[in-house]
Nanobody, 125 residues
Framework: QVQLVESGGGLVQAGGSLRLSCAASGRTFTGYGMAWFRQAPGKEREFVASASGSGLRTWYADSVKGRFTISRDNAKSTVYLQMNSLKPEDTAVYYC??????????????????WGQGTQVTVSS
């Protein structure tokens, strides 16, 4: 079982940037696809971005393409989400999640077996 801890959330003005981190513990970190999801008040949890175990392949929700970048440093067992040009509609709790096995771009919440506690991102207008 992998344990995940997010950090880096906070309050930022529209147009600003924020970088989230997710530190993982457990064996075979490179064996997990990693993803970021977010959940706004009253909304369903939605897929944001993900990366294959190696980090060589990435996937993004249409709403964040060109603004967000996912990356991972397997030597540090950490995945990042660089968020630029933030909009008020990006306001949500952001969660990282791990997918066991060969990851090929799955985006459903139920496909991910481990979750962090989440970190709040608030974008003011």
């Amino acid at each position: 079982q992998v344990q995940l801890v997010e950090s880096g959330g906070g309050l930022v003005q529209a147009g600003g940037s924020l970088r989230l981190s997710c530190a993982a513990s457990g064996r075979t970190f490179t064996g997990y696809g990693m993803a970021w999801f977010r959940q706004a008040p009253g909304k369903e949890r939605e897929f944001v971005a993900s990366a294959s175990g190696s980090g060589l392949r990435t996937w993004y929700a249409d709403s964040v393409k060109g603004r967000f970048t996912i990356s991972r440093d397997n030597a540090k067992s950490t995945v990042y989400l660089q968020m630029n040009s933030l909009k008020p509609e990006d306001t949500a709790v952001y969660y990282c999640a791990a997918y066991a096995g060969w990851y090929n771009g799955a985006t459903s919440v139920r496909e991910f077996g481990a979750w962090g506690q989440g970190t709040q991102v608030t974008v003011s207008s």
